[in-house]
């Protein structure tokens, strides 16, 4: 069973960075896709950017230009840079992994990791 361990929240300020990483284990093979999810209180859980196996980001407009995704196949493990973070982006941030649908199951969710943005 595949597990992702997400790690990197935590309190900043506005303007400042930080770096969120999920690891997958207990696969033999990199996610077809990866995405990372924030969800605030109150409201829906948004994707906030997605890359695929062979590395085409996509983000969502509130974030283009701040926030920047990559991957590591041969880690598997995806990040997200988060710079010039405003109180908005205050959430509790899910990495998502999809894998080749002969895998059952082949989507998954890590457990969240909280970022706060406050002064």
């Known amino acids: 069973q595949v597990q992702l361990v997400e790690s990197g929240g935590g309190l900043v300020q506005p303007g400042e960075s930080l770096r969120l990483s999920c690891a997958a284990s207990?696969?033999?093979?990199?996610?077809?896709?990866w995405g990372w999810y924030r969800q605030s209180r109150g409201q829906q859980r948004e994707l906030v950017a997605g890359?695929?196996?062979?590395?085409?980001?996509n983000y969502a407009d509130s974030v283009k230009g701040r926030f920047t995704i990559s991957r590591d196949n041969a880690k598997t493990t995806v990040y997200l840079q988060m710079n010039s973070l405003t109180q908005e982006d205050t959430a509790v941030y899910y990495c998502?992994?999809?894998?080749?649908?002969?895998?059952?199951?082949?989507?998954?969710w890590g457990q969240g990791t909280q970022v706060t943005v406050s002064s």
């Open positions: 998502n992994a999809k894998y080749p649908t002969y895998y059952d199951p082949n989507d998954f």
């Open positions: 207990g696969s033999p093979v990199a996610p077809n896709l």
């Open positions: 890359i695929t196996r062979g590395g085409s980001p």
